[in-house]
């Protein structure tokens, strides 16, 4: 069965270093890959999509990497700060299906 | 910038009632999708409409239902409530451009059955 599996685990970091969050699928392949910012009792909200056919986005100090081959994405966030604590959900979406299937998310907790 | 609206924000029901959530799409999006979020769980799909029409159906249980109307509104029914069904239900649209399909999601009706 299909399978999208985060961190489990809060990744706890210091502010000003670079947060990695890894996204991992099995049985899937998806012809775009989303990663969306959620806060306790919100929406979630969209940071960045890439397709299977870019290994790299970014958008400001935000970075993410796409391999298809390792059925892989990592998630970067450059100079972290205290507001970039949420939970963070990687998404697949298939060729032809609009609906998006999330991963189990995990949680950022960035210290002053 | 309009955002997703979704009413009611906090609903309370006894087991076995009826609930229906609303969802007022972005002005011009074409698709909206509704998700269920139990605790500490992530986002489940439930539906979609493009342009008022069912465009997939995820793990929704035959006692809910759900329609887009024709100003683009959607409703989500949900009967026979149980204990399970208590969770965070969201809406998004999108308005399709090409491959690109960037969901908003709007702040979620939190639903909880006694």
């Known amino acids: 069965s299909q399978k999208i599996e985060q961190n489990s685990e809060a990744l706890n970091i210091q502010e000003g270093k670079t947060a990695t969050l890894t996204c991992n699928y099995t049985?899937?392949?998806?012809?775009?890959l989303q990663w969306y910012r959620q806060d306790p009792g919100r929406g979630p909200v969209f940071l960045l999509l890439?397709?299977?056919?870019?290994k790299e986005k970014r958008k400001e100090r935000l970075k993410v990497t796409f391999d298809t081959t390792l059925k892989q994405s990592l998630f970067h966030i450059t100079a972290s700060q205290p507001a970039d604590s949420a939970t963070y959900l990687c998404?697949?979406?298939?060729?032809?299906?609009?609906?998006?299937?999330f991963g189990t998310g995990t949680r950022l907790l960035v210290s002053p | 910038a309009a955002g997703v609206i979704q009413s009611p924000r906090h609903l309370i029901k006894e087991k076995r009632e009826t609930a229906t959530l609303k969802c007022y799409p972005i002005p011009r999006h074409d698709t909206v999708y509704w998700y269920q979020q139990g605790p500490g769980q992530d986002p489940q799909f439930l539906i979609s409409f493009y342009e008022k029409m069912q465009s997939d159906k995820g793990s929704i249980p035959d006692r809910f239902s759900a329609q887009q109307f024709s100003d683009y509104h959607s409703e989500l029914n949900m009967s026979s409530l149980e204990l399970g069904d208590s969770a965070l239900y969201f809406c998004a649209s999108s308005l399709v451009q090409g491959d690109i399909n960037e969901q908003f999601f709007g702040p979620g009706t939190r639903l909880t059955v006694l």
């Open positions: 049985n899937y392949s998806p012809a775009y």
């Open positions: 890439i397709r299977e056919n870019e």
């Open positions: 998404a697949l979406m298939n060729t032809g299906f609009q609906k998006l299937v």
